[in-house]
């Protein structure tokens, strides 16, 4: 072949790609076809108001309504509410009102009512949520959270499709609380559980077609665990359309922001006089590197308790200090037993990030002995103050920094330093949000590590993959080039 037709050969071929691009951006979504998905594990709790996993916010996304949307470009959207509630009363209160027709896949109308229940569920003592910073601010959640009440005070239904919310303090981020997946209501979303036999390997999920925001596209989502390298495997021989993990697994690959972070909590009252040899050798670790050696996923060095990505251009997280000459003068005195230092038992990125203090702290004289513990473990011993250092790992749900602060604090030290975190941050964006968390992170006596995200990895033929600004998916919006063959 000659070099002129060799050149023709590849312009044709060029043109061609660039056609077949131009057809499937503007093609139509395509009803049909069964979209699988990898995941690190499976879900294992299908309760939108106890999930904090990515597999189970995942899960909940799919089967459960938002009240509100976060889109692409941060802005929020109605979902169950039929608009995005504006303040009253001075910002002490908000009317929500639910879209007319609403149902749970069952058919069972959705009002008003449900809306307040969501809420109160977040505040139960019988299966206690770490979500309760949803609903902290409304009037009336001090009483519920002791057990005092059985309904929460603040959140007055006015009819069958309107609700008031009035709150303790004046928080104008209400309506992003709106938009947690926590307050999502179950059965409500695109997909149901498909009926299944035997206890499977995969989570299959039928659409719903009452569904508030229409039928979904694909006519089956199958949910299944693979590790990194089975993940990516599985993606290449196209027996997967997504694969949801910190890796990259190939395909078009796109970075959810890095919004789980990672700490350390010092309980000084326990340490006594340790206390200050621990903090100053939690303050001498170099934050980004232990995030570039350490975070399986995305991640980026804190400065504070609140992530990165939602302070806009916050000063980036000092680097560690190393320790001065003579640096015997800063060794702790010798203890008569290890200090205890928790840390989850499913989060890797913590364990990692503990084996690294470990080492450190003994560099320092101070003997560590590592206690990975089971989450709700762990959230208990830090409420009742039974530990010395703490790693934990929290996923920031609420794309606003008065609401991350709340979160982060409500795991790390309890109900009421949440509220504190809130109202100390309301209305704060930027480097005024950054100071407010800096001192917050001084008060609660925690030392930021890092914040991590997680990749996505999809099959070309993969469509409607949109991750908003709070790094979530809408799962009824994926379909498929040509629809796929029927489930």
Known sequence: MSARWRLAAVLCALAAALAAGTAHAGVRPAYGGTIRIALPVLPRERDPALASEPADLLLARATAGQLLEVTEDGRLAPGLLEEVPVPEAGGLAFRLRVRAGSRTASGAPLGAADVAHALERLLSRARPSPHAWVALPILGADALLAGRTATLAGAQVLSPRELLLRLAFPLPELPWLLASPALAIPGAGAFVPAASGAPSRSVELAPNPGAAAGLPFAGRLVLVAADARGAARLLEKGALELVVRPEAAGGVVTALPALTVTLVAVNAQRLGDAAPAVRAALAAIDRAALARRFARGPAVALATIVPPALLGDPPPAPPGRPAPAGASAARAPAAARPLRLLVPDDSPDARAAAERIQVTLFDRGLRARLEPVPRAALASQLAARDHDVAVLSVTVLAHRPALA?????????????????????????????????????????????????????????????????????????LWLLGGGAPP
């Open 405 to 477: 602060a709340g979160q982060v604090a409500l795991a790390v030290a309890g109900p009421d330093a949440a509220r504190r975190a809130m109202a100390l941050l309301a209305g704060k964006e930027g480097a005024s949000a950054q100071d407010a968390a800096a001192a917050l992170s001084a008060s609660l006596d925690v030392v930021p590590l890092f914040a991590t995200g997680l990749r996505v990895s999809a099959a070309p033929a993969l469509q409607g993959l949109a991750p908003g600004a709070d790094g979530a998916f809408d799962p009824g919006g």
